[in-house]
């Protein structure tokens, strides 16, 4: 039996022949189909059906980017419920790193080949304007061969307010200090509900909305993401889905989603029980099938694991992140692991072991090497 036969037994199986239509002709889906694909049973058949798009938008490719993770304070005066990792302004625990301590931080990899320096934080609001134009400044001649990525639409928000200036205006200024493209961290969900449960402090859902539409006005790139596992419903989660989908038929400044998964422990939350890998997977699926218009759709192995995250490249995934040098904001799911990093090898290893094909490409996905 060949493949197509096999996706049509399997969707026939789980009643999802005439989403399967939808697909093979190209149309979009909708809100229902959206609903469906949570509520079928047959996990297999709904990755099936992701595969079938990720392979006729990407091949077999897998992209990866050999990168750093710089979080340059943990200071933030959002309090959102879901983090573990911010200090409350006047915490002892808080940290603010200069320009030379994130150029020490630099040097300690100036031996490695590293495409992509990614710059979030928390909101911290005694930071002044020129720090972050001091710090894009440090990274670009510290390390010029390396594309930077930083800022999420909550921290240009906060960054536009401490310049007093248009956020146009701000953009420009980071790009001329080296900003090369933006990520997607602070959507959460797009839920009034949940906002004002979770991170009522935090730019509101059609503030995030402006904000990312200013940042590809100015030809900015950026991410967008779900960050899920926690007091979401599937309906919100849809709801969200295609928020992001009509936002990017109207800019078309997304390169790529980022499903989240909600890691409970140290946070308000640590009832809620962890995601499972069936959970992860279908998140990555829903994705695939639901934004048609996003070139790539990520599956982050820090927050799944690397093992669930090899999965998923049969599951509509067509990126694993890099190689994630020191990253700060969470641990692999139900881990306390310091192992942050997946070095170069490691990394083709997880691509080929699954089959699939690995293409290292830079922060705004130019392919550097097919190997």
């Known amino acids: 039996?060949?493949?197509?036969?096999?996706?049509?037994?399997?969707?026939?199986?789980?009643?999802?022949?005439?989403?399967?239509?939808k697909i093979l002709k190209g149309e979009r889906l909708s809100y229902e189909d959206g609903l469906r694909l949570y509520?079928?049973?047959?996990?297999?058949?709904?990755?099936?059906?992701?595969n079938h798009v990720r392979e006729r938008m990407n091949g077999c490719a897998t992209y990866y980017v050999r990168n750093?993770?710089?979080?340059?304070?943990?200071?933030?005066?959002?309090?959102?419920k879901f983090c573990s990792f911010y200090a409350k302004p006047g915490d002892p625990r808080g940290y603010v790193?200069?320009?030379?301590?994130?150029?020490?931080?630099?040097?300690?990899?100036?031996?490695?080949?590293?495409?992509?320096?990614?710059?979030?934080?928390g909101i911290n609001p005694k930071l002044p304007y020129e720090y972050y134009l001091d710090i894009l400044t440090a990274v670009r001649t510290a390390r010029p061969d390396a594309q930077i990525k930083a800022f999420t639409m909550i921290e240009l928000a906060q960054i536009a307010r401490v310049a007093k200036k248009p956020l146009a205006d701000v953009l420009e200024d980071l790009k001329d200090a080296g900003l090369t493209c933006c990520p997607g961290g602070g959507a959460e969900v797009f839920s009034e509900r949940v906002h004002e449960e979770l991170f009522r402090a935090k730019l509101d859902n059609e503030g995030w909305f402006e904000v990312s539409r200013e940042?590809?006005?100015a030809g900015l790139k950026s991410n967008a993401t779900l960050l899920y596992g926690h007091i979401e419903t599937?309906?919100?989660?849809?709801?969200?889905?295609?928020?992001?989908?009509?936002?990017?038929?109207?800019?078309?400044?997304?390169?790529?989603?980022?499903?989240?998964?909600?890691?409970?422990?140290?946070?308000e939350l640590e009832h809620i029980p962890l995601t499972t890998g069936?959970?992860?997977?279908r998140e990555i699926a829903i994705a695939r099938l639901l934004l048609d218009n996003f070139p790539h759709i990520k599956a982050f192995w820090i927050m799944i694991t690397p093992q669930v995250a090899q999965l998923a490249l049969w599951y509509g995934a067509d990126d694993l992140d890099g190689t994630v040098n020191h990253y700060e904001i969470t641990h692999a799911l139900g881990t306390t692991s310091d192992h942050q990093v997946l070095n170069h090898q490691e990394l083709l290893h997880l691509v080929n072991e699954?089959?699939?094909v690995p293409v290292e490409r830079d922060a705004l996905y130019n392919v550097m090497v097919a190997a």
């Not at 039996?1 to 239509?21: P, Q």
């Not at 710089?70 to 200071?75: A, H």
């Not at 069936?278 to 997977?281: A, D, E, G, P, T």
């Open 1 to 21: 039996m060949n493949r197509e036969v096999e996706v049509e037994v399997l969707v026939a199986r789980a009643g999802l022949t005439d989403l399967y239509g």
């Open 39 to 50: 509520q079928t049973l047959d996990l297999t058949a709904v990755g099936a059906l992701a």
């Open 68 to 80: 750093l993770h710089i979080n340059y304070t943990n200071i933030c005066n959002k309090l959102c």
């Open 97 to 121: 790193l200069t320009a030379d301590n994130i150029i020490a931080r630099l040097d300690e990899y100036r031996h490695q080949a590293i495409r992509e320096i990614h710059m979030v934080a």
């Open 215 to 217: 940042v590809h006005r």
């Open 234 to 267: 599937v309906e919100e989660k849809v709801k969200h889905l295609l928020h992001i989908r009509e936002l990017q038929d109207e800019t078309k400044g997304f390169q790529c989603f980022v499903p989240l998964a909600f890691d409970p422990a140290r946070t």
């Open 278 to 281: 069936q959970q992860n997977l």
């Open 354 to 356: 699954a089959g699939r």
